[in-house]
């Protein structure tokens, strides 16, 4: 299966950054697919500069309904009709900043699901969790919680000390998560749990991607900071592994 090397934007990126940005990933050839998940604004215009490509779009989040009085939100066939294919959900970010618990997060994630879009579901332990040695523990409960029944999307792993601090776990520890979340996705969705891409993100660069993407169950990356270069992007996107 082709990795998947995402691209999570953040609140980060303005109108004038989007037309270069999507010439350099229209002129690549990875081999791995590519995802860009920019602010809510800038999808729609992203879709026209990546028109004719094969870069998917996503969004950073979404709302559980699909439309009503929710000030300040967007909701799952919004995105879609923007033209996003993906969303990211449960992003530590959203969990820290706004609460989001596992059950809002499986919501959103069935919303996502009935507007046609493929859901990345984030899940990872805190520093405290990880000193504790609590960290598979944690993210076996986010994930009994956070997938909806028969999940078909993906997941990506983020401990969240390692996003946007430049420390990443060993490669060891990595795998030996992954391997983690591959054994729980089976055992609460059976066989298909098999062929549920697993990212990892946090702090993921150019000169550290080639010695994760090629670990065992790791399915591709979900990239902050070094998204917002292409040509970083694309140098990560380089490293992935050719299944
Ligand atoms: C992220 O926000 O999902 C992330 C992994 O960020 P960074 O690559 O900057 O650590």
């Known amino acids: 299966m082709r990795q998947v090397i995402a691209g999570n934007w953040k609140m980060q990126g303005r109108l004038a950054d989007i037309s270069a940005y999507a010439a350099d990933l229209k002129a690549a050839t990875p081999s791995a697919m590519l995802l860009v998940c920019p602010p809510f604004l800038l999808v729609d215009r992203f879709?026209?500069?990546?028109?004719?490509?094969?870069?998917?779009?996503?969004?950073?989040?979404?709302?559980?309904?699909?439309?009503?009085?929710?000030?300040?939100?967007?909701?799952?066939?919004?995105?879609?009709?923007?033209?996003?294919?993906?969303?990211?959900?449960?992003?530590?970010?959203?969990?820290?900043?706004?609460?989001?618990?596992?059950?809002?997060?499986?919501?959103?994630?069935?919303?996502?699901?009935?507007?046609?879009?493929?859901?990345?579901?984030?899940?990872?332990?805190?520093?405290?969790e990880r000193d504790a040695g609590e960290a598979a523990d944690i993210v076996k409960t986010q994930l009994r919680h956070s997938l909806p029944d028969g999940f078909a999307g993906l997941i990506a792993y983020e401990p969240v000390w390692a996003i946007g601090t430049g420390r990443t776990p060993g490669t060891e520890e990595i795998a030996t998560m992954h391997a983690t979340i591959r054994a729980a996705v089976v055992a609460q969705l059976g066989e298909s749990g098999r062929a549920l891409p697993i990212l990892y993100g946090g702090s993921v660069k150019p000169d550290n991607a080639a010695a994760i993407l090629v670990l065992p169950e790791v399915g591709g990356a979900l990239v902050g900071g070094a998204s917002l270069k292409a040509a970083d992007f694309l140098a990560i996107a380089a490293c992935a592994r050719h299944d």
Request: glycine share 10%; charged share 15%; with cysteine.
């Open 47 to 128: 879709a026209a500069a990546l028109l004719g490509s094969a870069v998917a779009l996503g969004g950073q989040d979404c709302h559980w309904a699909a439309q009503g009085a929710h000030t300040g939100d967007i909701s799952a066939p919004m995105l879609a009709e923007a033209g996003a294919s993906h969303v990211i959900l449960g992003h530590s970010e959203r969990r820290a900043d706004h609460a989001e618990s596992n059950a809002i997060v499986r919501a959103k994630a069935q919303a996502a699901i009935a507007a046609g879009l493929t859901a990345i579901i984030c899940v990872g332990e805190t520093e405290a």
